[in-house]
T-cell receptor, first 115, second 117 residues
């Protein structure tokens, strides 16, 4: 059982470049989300989706775009990378977004460096 | 505004001893969930334990227990009989009604636990 799969594990970008972080889950989870983790900041929500075709902004959405064309996939696009986007990115999913007791299942993270 | 506070940036514990990691929260929601996650140096986020706001009993999962004091808005993690493999970053998180979804979690800044042999 693969769970939540993120690719790539590491990425280096130059300022202004664009790229897509991939996220796929095989648990038929309704809810998916992207967080970024910065030192001393905990995890902050970038975007989330409560089902295929539905996405919404989190706390720090600027500079990022998402789509959810299928239940399984939730890619995160960096439109024009900036050094401030250097971070570790986590994709997470849970079975049901309408209840408060669903734990998030995380991917292994993508470490992104923007130079 | 909803908030999670972990006041201990770092802690040390002797192997085989118990340790308590503090977490306080602030919310006006009546229904919410509290979670603890472990992040070892390899970087993955591992779900440890969950407590619901209406649960009367404190949650337990093996060596992990959650000391839930609703009136004090605290949800401390207790690890019994610490092991070297418990050395990691620990995050407290709370579910919140964000944009109509209960699935979004808000995280504290974490506590780095180091277990000494």
């Amino acid at each position: 059982n693969a769970g939540v799969t993120q690719t790539p594990k590491f990425q280096v970008l130059k300022t202004g470049q664009s790229m897509t972080l991939q996220c796929a889950q095989d648990m038929n989870h309704e809810y998916m989300s992207w967080y970024r983790q910065d030192p001393g900041m905990g995890l902050r929500l970038i975007h989330y989706s409560v089902g295929a075709g539905i996405t919404d902004q989190g706390e720090v959405p600027n500079g990022y775009n998402v789509s959810r064309s299928t239940t399984e996939d939730f890619p995160l696009r960096l439109l024009s990378a900036a050094p401030s986007q250097t971070s570790v990115y986590f994709c997470a999913s849970s079975v049901d977004s309408k209840v408060y007791n669903s734990p998030l299942h995380f991917g292994n993270g993508t470490r992104l460096t923007v130079t | 505004a909803q908030k999670i506070t972990q006041t201990q940036p770092g802690m040390f514990v002797q192997e085989k001893e118990a340790v308590t990691l503090d977490c306080t929260y602030d919310t006006s929601d009546q229904s919410y969930g509290l979670f603890w996650y472990k992040q070892p140096s390899s970087g993955e986020m591992i779900f440890l334990i969950y407590q619901g706001s209406y649960d009367e009993q404190n949650a337990t999962e093996g060596r992990y227990s959650l000391n839930f004091q609703k009136a004090r808005k605290s949800a401390n993690l207790v690890i019994s009989a610490s092991q070297l493999g418990d050395s990691a970053m620990y995050f407290c998180a709370m579910s919140r009604n964000y944009g109509g979804s209960q699935g979004n979690l808000i995280f504290g800044k974490g506590t780095k636990l180091s277990v000494k042999p």
